[in-house]
């Protein structure tokens, strides 16, 4: 069993679209996290639920929208997508806001044509 | 802020070697720092952490980090690097109250030859 997963693995779409990315822990955990891998392989945080309740919105455009359903399910919402949101899109989960190491996910490449 | 730093982009060492992959953090606040690991395609792995108990950190696959705080440094270090060790590694910095937020580094791919 997966402890995160996200579906699609690979999403090819055309500027403009509206697309979705979900992800799934089955960890226990109470916090989830959404990260950006740019082409350089540099990482950003970009949103954080603990429990359903946003933590982090780490000045995001509001093309981005994160929905947690319940504490296991944390999923990326992203309209009218741009060039510049080609990017690799790792979920991941923690045992609360706590940092001590969290589990990711085995990511998300959006290519935007 | 915080900031980590990890000299090198690119680090190159034979079979049987020793790894040592450096990184600097800067922070106000005692910091808690990470090692990842991320193999092509692939999610990140945590390899070993430091939580304030001891500055020498064991972690997975024979790594090891030391936590200087004179130094503001966090490298990585294995004794015997192994063709499996090729891959990207990333430090990161958080600390408390920031509700989980880890800064990473901008990554340092190991590549190891035979």
């Known amino acids: 069993d997966t402890a995160v997963s996200q579906t699609p693995k690979y999403l090819v779409t055309q500027m403009g679209n509206d697309k979705s990315i979900k992800c799934e822990q089955n960890l226990g955990h109470d916090t989830m996290y959404w990260y950006k891998q740019d082409s350089k392989k540099f990482l950003k945080i970009m949103f954080s639920?603990?429990?359903?309740?946003?933590?982090i919105n780490e000045t995001v455009p509001n093309r981005f929208s994160p929905k947690s359903p319940d504490k296991a399910h944390l999923n990326l919402h992203i309209n009218s997508l741009e060039l510049g949101d080609s990017a690799v899109y790792f979920c991941?989960?923690?045992?609360?806001?706590?940092?001590?190491?969290?589990?990711f996910g085995s990511g998300t490449r959006l290519t935007v044509v | 802020a915080q900031s980590v730093t990890q000299l090198g982009s690119h680090v190159s060492v034979s079979e049987g070697a020793l790894v040592l992959l450096r990184c600097n953090y800067s922070s106000s606040v005692p910091p808690y720092l990470f090692w990842y690991v991320q193999y092509p395609n692939q999610g990140l792995q945590l390899l070993l952490k430091y939580t304030s108990a001891a500055t020498l950190v064991k972690g997975i696959n024979g790594f090891e980090a030391e936590f200087k705080k004179s130094e503001t440094s966090f490298h990585l270090t294995k004794p015997s690097a192994h063709m499996s060790d090729a891959a990207e590694y990333f430090c990161?910095?958080?600390?408390?109250?920031?509700?989980?937020?880890?800064?990473f580094g901008q990554g340092t791919e190991l590549s190891v030859k035979p």
């Open positions: 639920y603990n429990n359903k309740e946003l933590i």
């Open positions: 990161a910095v958080t600390r408390l109250n920031q509700g989980g937020k880890l800064i």
């Open positions: 991941a989960s923690g045992p609360g806001t706590y940092n001590y190491g969290y589990t």
